[in-house]
């Protein structure tokens, strides 16, 4: 099994952009092509952070920018497929199982911006560097046991302690061997690049990119490219653009798609918007209160509010270990749309009234009711008599913010008050409930294509970028 594929042409985020004329601040190729000249806007969720990809504050903002800038193995697409990159690094090949045994190639004559070589040895030290980080992230690192140079450091081989390890998921924006960790921009500027572009200036509002006219292939690319931190773009009849969000409705969607000069596509996302309920709080240790809290929530409806009416059939998932936008995700269409090829109206389920994924309002009052709660004027209360509030602690993003005022109306619906709490990052709305200081957590749980990324961050080792579900097993570890 390998690769030889060709590398993004630009950020493999699914964004619309502003196209305006070069300022003339790039140096003049001997034979321009196309678009050298134009400066490509994007508006990507922030603020922007340093970080290299293993470091403790990286996101899928700061990947996309690092993929335009460092050489990799393998990339993501937005459907979560894996592609080869090519580029500096020419080949990866699996050529053993017994024992693992993967083998990088390296092209010829790669240098690094400050004019050093790139070659396997910046491999074998990212290798170093990363099973050294305590993170999720490292877990493919940490099953290689050794790594071996030959053809003068253009040759790396691999091997694995156990077979079966994700190895197409290493060595994805790699660092130089002489480069300096953190995640200050300081620190990433002074950081050499080896890409199609290289980065020029940077801070939490903006990073701006230049055209390596070094790098051998997409010779017809932008020469420059200004990525801002969610920034509204500029109203100007002249240009189409369209704003980054991760919360698009209807009418969004609709405009993008009829403008003629744009190529819109709906895609699958490779994350879940994960709601946990904690069983050791005093009020949610009962299964009544669990279960009133799930079966009041109307998703189909949430889906509507936060997306538009037309989307994909939402579906449960039938593993906690693939995300739905995975190719390993079990059904006969993959990563398509569960009931259409095309967009399909949604519409909610008649619930039948017994345990089961649909959501019904009348269960959830049955439920409370029959271990004796109690609805009042002021809503309900327990069987001693105290008020039903939940404290839910949700994580900092703008989807995880519609989605609890979301819940927070349902929940009102059905006569239960909430306190959200906002937490600093996904993970610490996760760890919050792992520390018994939630009844509810909502965040955004990253699901890789690899199972194992996915159960690493829910099991094993509690790492600061884990996303626990509050319930640690040994049995869970061992799978």
């Known amino acids: 099994m390998s690769w ?29 092509v196309g678009d050298n000249g134009r400066t490509l806007l994007l508006s990507l969720p922030g603020p922007f952070n340093g970080c ?64 050093q070589r790139f070659d396997g040895r910046d491999l074998v030290a990212w290798w170093r560097r990363a099973r050294s980080i305590p993170s999720v992230r490292s877990d493919g690192y ?51 690049s080896l890409g199609p572009y290289r980065l020029i200036s940077a801070n939490a509002a903006q990073m701006v990119l230049v055209m390596n006219r070094a790098w051998p292939s997409s010779i017809d690319r932008f020469g420059r490219i200004i990525i801002r931190a969610d920034a509204a773009m500029p109203a100007n009849v002249n240009a189409s653009f369209a704003r980054y969000t991760l919360t698009v409705n209807r009418a969004q969607v609709d405009a993008l798609s009829a403008h003629p000069s744009v ?32 079966w009041s929530l109307n998703r189909l409806a949430m889906i509507s509010s936060l997306w538009g009416q037309v989307t994909f059939s939402p579906s449960p998932g039938a593993s906690i270990l693939f995300s ?79 989605t609890a005022a979301a819940i927070v109306h349902s929940w009102a619906a059905l006569g239960v008050s909430t306190y959200v709490v906002t937490a600093s990052s996904e993970a610490a709305a996760a760890m919050s409930l792992a520390y018994n200081d939630a009844d509810v957590a909502l965040f955004n749980r990253p699901m890789d294509s690899a199972p194992s990324d996915s159960a690493s961050s829910w099991s094993g080792p509690l790492y600061s970028d884990s996303y626990p579900s509050g319930l640690r097993l040994s049995a869970l570890n061992q799978l």
Not at 60 to 84: K, M, W
Not at 357 to 378: E, I, W
């Open 324 to 402: 739905q936008g995975s190719p390993f995700y079990p059904g006969s269409q993959g990563s398509a749309p569960s009931e259409s090829s095309t967009t399909s109206t949604t519409t909610p389920t008649t619930p039948s009234g017994s345990v089961n994924l649909n959501d019904c309002q009348a269960c959830a009052v049955r439920a409370l009711r029959s271990a004796g709660y109690v609805h009042g004027p002021l809503g309900w209360l327990t069987p001693k008599g105290q008020p039903l509030s939940i404290r839910l602690v949700r994580g900092p993003s703008a989807l995880d913010a519609a």
């Open 263 to 294: 190529l819109s596509h709906i895609g699958s996302a490779s994350s879940l918007e994960e709601l946990l309920f904690n069983a050791h709080r005093p009020l949610t240790s009962a299964l009544a209160v669990r279960e009133a809290l799930s």
């Open 52 to 115: 290299t990809f293993l470091g403790p504050d990286a996101n899928p903002t700061s990947d996309a920018i690092l993929d335009l800038v460092r050489p990799s193995a393998f990339e993501s697409t937005i459907s979560g497929a894996l592609v080869g990159a090519q580029g500096s690094i020419a080949s990866a090949e699996l050529t053993s199982l017994s024992p693992e045994t993967v083998v990088y190639s390296i092209a010829a004559k790669q240098r690094w911006s400050n004019g």
């Open 4 to 32: 030889r594929g060709s590398r993004w042409r630009a950020v493999g985020v699914a964004v619309a952009a502003v196209l305006v004329a070069g300022s003339g601040t790039l140096t003049s190729a001997t034979t321009p």
């Open 142 to 192: 940490r099953a290689i046991k050794s790594m071996t140079l030959s053809n003068r450091a253009l040759t790396v081989t691999a091997t694995f302690a156990h077979p079966y390890a994700d190895w197409n998921l290493l060595f994805r924006d790699v660092e130089s061997r002489f480069a300096v960790g953190g995640c200050t921009f300081a620190d990433l500027l002074s950081r050499p």
